[in-house]
């Protein structure tokens, strides 16, 4: 309690004030009525007393004592110690304690300020209340409990607008809160971190949103309850607001509401902290939590950062979602390199969007982006546009543009100022085909070691911009002006610093000089006496055209082949004209005319053995047809050919350097598309002709050679017509016909990747900007496609129609008008046919059931006689076979009467498997109600198929077929038997073993239907459901189809069509007859379309790779061969 010693209580009546009389006696204590008062000295000495509230000696239960009380309870002992220093009653203190006011105390009297000259009078809304509190009693003690306890009451922090005291219930009070006093009895309103919020309320004027701040505030402390008895006065401060920071906004939730100043985020700005709120930092600025910084930093190739001055302005932007008016700060200049990317405020695009768009890589940029300038150059309202480098300018091939203003040329290639404007349009210029290419001397030229070409020639006008930079819309002549234009050179054709490879000249180095020919994309040099050249090349020439013409179309006419004597000697001896009999080698014959017999004799055995070891190579050689498929030659010389016309566009197509050995290969290798000119030596003599004569002579060929080889057929026919009295009558006609196919189809297969990329050249172009859009077979000549009235163009179109399309289209017809489809799936069907028979044969007897059923004779007839023979034969062979005469029969016992009817080879499985089916009594044996059955059904299926049958006799016998289609494929009833006969056996529960019987039914009852639907069908739609179900079980892998060959079983129709186009198919898998247009296509592909695409760039390469790779898993997949 109070008042360790003493504990004095005299109040004014109903109050808790000190009654008057304390003013003459200190705490009403008289020393003289205290024991030995009188015979003493007056003096009182009160010491270790202790109280746990208040006074430790004496305590006054009152407020406001006066007199001596008052003066004793706030003295300080002087002297002796004693108090007062003279007189009668004196007190002396000595270790007294007590939770406040060791000696002395009284009621706690009011609350007031802890340390006033701290107290805070401005505050920034959201700074916490730092007020800091106490109560004290009638001595100005500090009232706190002893120890940890503390005060049974709290402080109030109340905000009101106004005086706290008047104010409404409800209304005025902005802020309320109560706080803790601690052990030490002080009330620390910080330590709970109350923040102070601020009334504001907000307005609208002229579109703008103004913010108005209550401008002073009450800030009320009060204790919660009276303290022990004492009600105490609030304590009350007036407080004024302080403005938001820089960078923080005033918050508040609503336009009337409280609210605080809230620090903006490190990536946001605030123009005004008392009326704006925190915004997004634009995209392209750096913020502070208060500003947009005046730059941005730019990362070096080594990791630096730079920095580089941008500008922004504060204007107004018109919120079109609220219709107000806001402050906002606007990129208006970015520094070189660099795009102004700023949303249209007519459209009402974000201004957060704001920044700086570097130019991309391969563009640049050397001017400052300025939102004020005319014009506005370098402004794009989208960052996807200006991502695009629209706006940029285009780095050249030959330079590196690693985005910015960054423009580094490559080794070797020259990007400084470009000369005097100037240009060429040569596009707009007749130049005439017979003129040679005479190159006008450049400035500022500069050819790159990878192969690239320097014009450094300036656009005169935006209308005459040409290439990427004209075709751009809103690119200036005035940004065109001094780009300099750098451009792919052929392969090898450029050596840099200006220099083209030896013989070459011309743009981009593309045409070769005075005594050089272009042979495969490489100037080769001709020899000095070109005249002579041209007539030795003549000469040749010519021999070697007359004797191939008549190896491929006159010796036929004039000579019978050895197919034919064969034929002939064929015929003569199945007539019955006798075989010459002397078949010994001339060697032998010689020596031993000449009595030499030993060696007669080792050529003789030297002579068989070549005859045995080449029995299949001079089987071919003399039109052996079936050794000739032992060994395709053919077929591989096809595949060797093919394979060497496509490596020999490689140097046309890829203009990239190969390998010395591989360049001499493709060269050479031309000769097997028949593009002799290509090769060098005879591109020396047509090299003074034009590009369209040379276009002329390639595509002139075809016709020319076509007429050349019928020449022989047609003179066949008209000696025919004269002399044997029909067109067809002579007698090399069809040997002639025939050979006119042969060759007609092999020299098309031969001269199509020729052909068709001579026609598809004219259509590969290359812009060169000053020079005009030049046609890349020759860069003298103009490209076609941009005069599309032009002789050059229509002929080139034509012959691309006629010749790379017309070709296999024309082939692919050419098999068809012999019914080459048609055969093939004839083959087919009788492939699916036998496959069909051998599996249903395999599934329903075997060889061993066969044999048993072969003994026992005819199967029981439609009448009742014959019905009872069968039965009768069937317990005859039953009573034989049943050796235990146990009256049923096991495999071992079948397969014992097989072996004595003289059968080898006897499978005891093949057996059971058979006799598992009508085993209806899970016994592993047979008896003769179950044997009787299963030999009828023998009998019955094995009397309908003998295995020999063709698909044209099964399509047309109803009954094979309806077996056929109503079989049990899947085998599902004889897995059901199997399955029921192990669990018999392993003692299965007789449930178990009757649901799988029942299954066994469901299973015979799906086959009945099946064959009640097959008697449904008519005979077409029945064939038809046949085929597609065969389809079925080859997917399944059920039945399987060997690969088809064209073996002759197509009769006198298959024999002439691959006599006169078997060059086309002969070689593919039956189904696969189509193939060899499917490689038609992949060489026109790889050969003459795949230029056209990102010529001489990495992407090109790939799709190469592509292509080739893609047909190589085809034909892996198709397996043609």
């Known amino acids: 309690g109070s008042g360790g010693a003493f504990c004095s209580m005299n109040t004014l009546p109903n109050l808790l004030v000190c009654n008057p009389d304390l003013e003459q006696k200190p705490f009403m204590i008289d020393v003289q009525d205290l024991p030995g008062g009188a015979a003493g000295s007056g003096r009182v000495t009160l010491e270790d007393n202790y109280a746990s509230s208040g006074g430790g000696a004496l305590f006054v ?56 000259d701290t107290v805070q009078f401005e505050y920034r809304p959201g700074e ?47 802020f309320n809160s109560a706080n803790e006093i601690d052990s030490d009895g002080l009330c620390d309103v910080g330590v709970q971190n109350k923040v102070l919020v601020w009334p504001a309320s907000q307005s609208t004027v002229s579109k703008r949103a103004v913010r108005t701040y209550q401008p002073l505030l009450t800030l009320q402390h009060a204790v919660s309850a009276p303290l022990q008895g004492v009600t105490m006065d609030p304590v009350q401060l007036n407080i004024s607001r302080l403005p938001c920071n820089d960078d923080e906004q005033f918050l508040q939730a609503s336009a009337s509401a409280t609210g605080v100043c809230e620090a903006c985020l490190e990536a946001e700005y605030i123009i005004d902290p008392d009326q704006s709120q925190c915004l997004e930092c634009p995209t392209g600025g750096i913020c502070n939590g208060s500003t947009v910084q005046d730059f941005l930093l730019e990362t070096q190739d080594d990791g630096s950062k730079l920095n580089l001055t941008i500008l922004w302005e504060i204007i107004p932007f018109n919120v079109v979602a609220s219709d107000t008016e806001e402050d906002r700060a606007r990129l208006i200049e970015c520094p070189a390199g660099y795009l102004l990317v700023r949303g249209d405020p007519l459209n009402d695009l974000r201004p957060q969007d704001d920044q700086c768009a570097k130019c991309p890589a391969t563009y640049y940029s050397t001017r400052i982006a300025s939102w004020n300038e005319i014009g506005q150059p370098l402004v794009d309202w989208k960052l996807a546009d200006a991502l695009t480098g629209d706006k940029c300018e285009d780095c050249e091939p030959g330079a590196v543009c690693t985005g910015g203003r960054s423009v580094e040329p490559k080794p070797g290639f020259y990007s400084g100022a470009p000369a005097a404007a100037r240009r060429r349009v040569l596009h707009n210029r007749t130049r005439p085909e017979s003129s040679r290419w005479e190159p006008e001397p450049h400035s500022n030229i500069d050819v790159g070691v990878f192969g690239w070409w320097s014009t450094g020639a300036l656009w005169e006008s935006s209308s005459a911009v040409r290439g990427r930079a004209g075709r751009k819309n809103g690119r200036r002549a005035a940004a065109a002006a001094g780009t300099v234009q750098v451009f792919r050179c052929p392969a090898d054709a450029c050596l840099g610093n200006g220099q083209c490879a030896d013989g ?92 030499w017999e030993t060696l007669a004799k080792r050529i003789s055995v030297y002579h068989r053995w070549f005859i045995l070891n080449t029995k299949t190579l001079r089987g071919m050689a003399g039109g052996n047809e079936a050794k000739k498929d032992n060994l395709p030659i053919q077929g591989l010389m096809k595949i060797l050919i093919g394979f060497y016309q496509v490596l020999s566009s490689f140097m046309t197509t890829f203009p990239i350097k190969w390998p010395e050995e591989q360049e001499n290969a493709m060269k050479f290798t031309k000769i097997l598309a028949f593009d002799v000119v290509a090769v060098p030596g005879p591109s020396c003599v047509v090299a003074q002709f034009s590009y369209q004569q040379k276009l002329l002579m390639y595509t002139m060929v075809p016709p020319a050679a076509l007429i050349a080889l019928v020449c022989p057929l047609m003179l066949c026919m008209v000696l025919g017509h004269f002399r044997h009295g029909g067109w067809k009558k002579h007698d090399r006609y069809e040997a002639v016909y025939a050979n006119t196919w042969q060759m007609s189809v092999f020299f098309l297969f031969l001269y199509y990747p020729t052909v068709s990329v001579a026609s598809l050249k004219s259509f590969s172009c290359q812009e060169l900007g000053a020079e005009g859009n030049l046609l890349q077979a020759d860069f003298s000549v103009a490209c076609p496609i941009d005069n599309p009235l032009s002789f050059l163009f229509i002929y080139s179109a034509i012959v691309t129609v006629l010749y790379p399309i017309g070709i296999p289209v024309g082939l692919y017809f050419a098999m068809r008008s012999y019914g080459i489809p048609q055969m093939a799936a004839a083959q087919r069907r009788q492939a699916i046919s036998a496959s069909l028979i051998s599996t ?88 003769m109600e179950e044997f009787e059955p299963m030999m009828a059904d023998l009998l019955a299926t094995s009397s309908k198929f003998d295995g020999l049958e063709t ?34 056996r392993e003692g299965e529960k007789q449930q178990l073993v009757d649901k799988i019987g029942v299954e066994i039914q469901k299973s015979r009852q799906t086959m009945h239907d099946k064959a009640l639907e097959a008697d449904s069908l008519s005979k077409s739609v029945l064939r038809n459901r046949l085929l597609f179900l065969a389809d079925q079980l080859i997917n399944k892998g059920i ?34 007859w189509q193939f060899e247009i499917l490689e038609m296509w992949r060489k026109l592909l790889t050969t003459s379309v795949l230029v056209f695409f990102y010529k001489g760039s990495i992407l090109q390469l790939a799709g190469g790779f592509f292509l080739m790779f893609f047909f190589l898993v085809l034909t892996m997949r198709m397996r043609p061969f």
């Not at 509190?133 to 922090?157: C, E």
């Open 840 to 927: 249903f044969k395999r599934h329903t007897s075997s060889s061993e059931m066969e044999h048993l059923s072969n003994y026992l004779g005819q199967g029981p007839g439609d009448d009742a006689k014959s019905q009872a023979k069968f039965k009768k034969r069937c317990r005859m062979l039953f009573k034989n076979m049943d050796e235990d005469g146990s009256r049923t029969l096991s495999a071992e016992e079948i397969a014992h009467q097989l072996a004595k009817l003289d059968m080898a080879k006897i499978e005891i499985r093949a057996l059971e498997k058979m006799m598992m089916t009508y085993d209806t009594d899970l016994t592993g044996e047979l008896s």
């Open 1039 to 1072: 039945i399987s189809v060997p690969q088809l060959s064209w073996d002759g079983s197509g009769g006198e129709k298959e024999d002439l069509a691959r006599l006169h186009v078997g060059f086309l198919f002969k070689n593919y898998e039956v189904t696969k």
């Open 128 to 174: 916490p209340i730092t007020t800091k509190l106490h109560i004290s009693d009638s001595f100005g003690q500090q009232v706190k409990m002893d120890g940890t306890d503390r005060l049974p009451v709290t402080v109030s922090a109340r905000i009101c607008i106004g005086s706290c005291e008047s104010m409404v219930a409800g209304q005025g009070e902005v």
């Open 61 to 116: 239960k009152c407020i406001i004592p006066g007199g001596s009380t008052k003066v004793m309870g706030g003295a300080t002992p002087v002297g002796d110690g004693f108090y007062p220093a003279a007189g009668f009653a004196r007190f002396a203190f000595s270790g007294n304690t007590a939770g406040y006011g060791s000696n002395t105390a009284t009621l706690p009297q009011e609350l007031v300020l802890h340390e006033p």
């Open 504 to 595: 070459r000249t011309g743009p981009v180095c593309g045409l070769c000089k005075q005594g050089y020919a272009m042979a495969q994309e490489r100037c080769e040099p001709c020899a000095e006496d070109v005249g002579t050249t041209i007539a030795l090349g003549a000469i040749v020439g010519l021999v070697v055209v007359s004797v191939g013409y008549y190896m491929a179309a006159w010796r036929v006419f004039f000579t019978s082949t050895l197919h034919e004597r064969n034929l002939e000697e064929k015929k003569r001896i199945a007539e019955g004209g006798e075989e010459e009999e002397d078949h010994r080698f001339i060697l032998v014959k010689l020596c031993e005319s000449r009595g």
């Open 951 to 984: 698909w044209d006799q099964v399509a047309v016998n109803e009954t094979q077929m309806r077996l056929l289609f109503s079989h049990d494929w899947m085998q599902q009833e004889e897995a059901y038997h199997r399955l029921q006969t192990k669990m018999v």
